[in-house]
C-alpha cells in the first residue's frame, strides 16, 4: 500500500508530477514491461504471491500493464485523479446496485475501506471478503461473478 499512497499523493497534491510520473511509467513499460510487474508485485500477499509466480498470469498482467501505462495512459491518470478527488460525500447519492468483493489479505487496499465503501453506498446490496485472497487474487475469484452480473444486466436492456 505504500507506494500506491505515495502515488495517490502525487496526483492529489502535485498533478503536475504525477503526470511526469505517468510519463515515466509508460517509458519503463514500454522498454521492460516486466520490471513494471516485478515493481508491482515486490510485497504481494495472500495469493497474490501465488499468482505473481504463475507464468500464464504473469504474461497477461504484464500486457495488461504495459498498455494502461502506454496506449491507455491518460485513462489511467484520468482514473486516478478521480479516485483521489472528495467523493465522500457523493456516495450516499449512489443508487445503482452495487456488490463489494474484497480480499482479507489485500496489502493495496484495506478492509476498512470495503467495509466503509459498503456502509456508505445505499445501493450496497453485499459486500463479501474473501480470506486469504489479496488485490488481485479477489478479482480473479469474483470476476466471473462480476461477468455473470454484467451479463445478467445487459440482457435485461436487450429485452
Not at 502515488?7 to 520490471?35: E, K, M, T, W
Not at 445505499?122 to 485472497?133: A, D, M, Q
Request: contains cysteine; charged residues 20%; proline residues 4%.
Amino acid at each position: 500500500m505504500a507506494a500506491g499512497k505515495s502515488v495517490f499523493r502525487l496526483a492529489q497534491q502535485h498533478p503536475f508530477a504525477f503526470h511526469l510520473l505517468v510519463r515515466v511509467q509508460g517509458l519503463i513499460a514500454s522498454a521492460c514491461p516486466s520490471l513494471v510487474f516485478h515493481m508491482m508485485f515486490a510485497n504481494a500477499a495472500g495469493e497474490d504471491k501465488r499468482l505473481a509466480s504463475s507464468r500464464e498470469f504473469q504474461s497477461a498482467i504484464t500486457k495488461i500493464l504495459k498498455l494502461c501505462f502506454t496506449r491507455h495512459a491518460l485513462g489511467y491518470a484520468r482514473d486516478i485523479r478521480a479516485y483521489v478527488q472528495p467523493w465522500k460525500d457523493t456516495l450516499s447519492g449512489i443508487g445503482a446496485n452495487t456488490h463489494i468483493w474484497h480480499g482479507a489479505e489485500d496489502n493495496w487496499s484495506p478492509v476498512a475501506m470495503a467495509e466503509y465503501l459498503a456502509s456508505a453506498i445505499p445501493g450496497c446490496t453485499s459486500t463479501e471478503i474473501f480470506n486469504g485472497l489479496s488485490h488481485y487474487s479477489c478479482f480473479y475469484r469474483a470476476a466471473p461473478e462480476i461477468c455473470r452480473q454484467l451479463g445478467a444486466t445487459s440482457g435485461d436492456r436487450r429485452e
